[in-house]
């Protein structure tokens, strides 16, 4: 019987980590409000509101010649504003505390998947010499939708109720363009309850 109790009271912090929940900033691609939490040892799931940057220059003008305002519309420029994202996903984790020799905290390794939907809100300038000699304004939301794929790291710190983290990934857009890849990344941290 002290066996199992020894063993149920040396188990505790794993059951521990399990219930741990976190809510935070994440810094990079997208930029976010993170709120993490597990449902066992190994998995978690995670949801993020944030800011999503805008795709290169070049995936808009593709995106304005494929769907001209007229058909003499000569692409000038544009410029982008008001973007957000939205992320749902799920991860496995592996603890590497012992690989790396740390003594106090503990490092999570992760890689998972999730899904993702972005929006940014698109001007365009443009010239069509047989509406008007003047240059022309089209707005457009471009949403994007999609599968992402992740992995990273994350460090629980002992003293504080506060983990830091650092990952990189790719999203595929499979609404609006399909096959497009964006390479993601981030740093953040959370604040553990």
Sequence with gaps: MKKVLVLALAMLPLFAIAQESGIGLRFGEPFSI???????DKISLEGMV???GPNSGQYYRRD????RPSPNAFYVGHS????????????????FSDD???????L??????GVQ??????????TDSSISQATLRETRRNMDFGPEAFGGAEYYFDEAPISVFGEVGF?????????????????GVRYLF
């Design 117 to 126: 939907l972005r929006s940014v809100l698109v001007d365009y300038a443009f």
């Design 171 to 187: 999203f595929m857009e499979l609404l609006d363009r399909f096959g497009h890849f964006r390479l993601q990344g981030a740093i």
């Design 34 to 40: 993170t709120y993490k939490t597990f449902l066992d």
């Design 64 to 67: 304005f010649e494929n769907n």
């Design 108 to 113: 999570l390794g992760y890689v998972g998947a």
């Design 100 to 106: 790396f020799n740390i003594g106090s905290g503990y």
């Design 80 to 95: 982008t504003s008001n973007s957000w994202s939205l992320n749902f996903r799920g991860a496995y984790h592996e603890d």
């Design 50 to 52: 944030g800011r999503g």
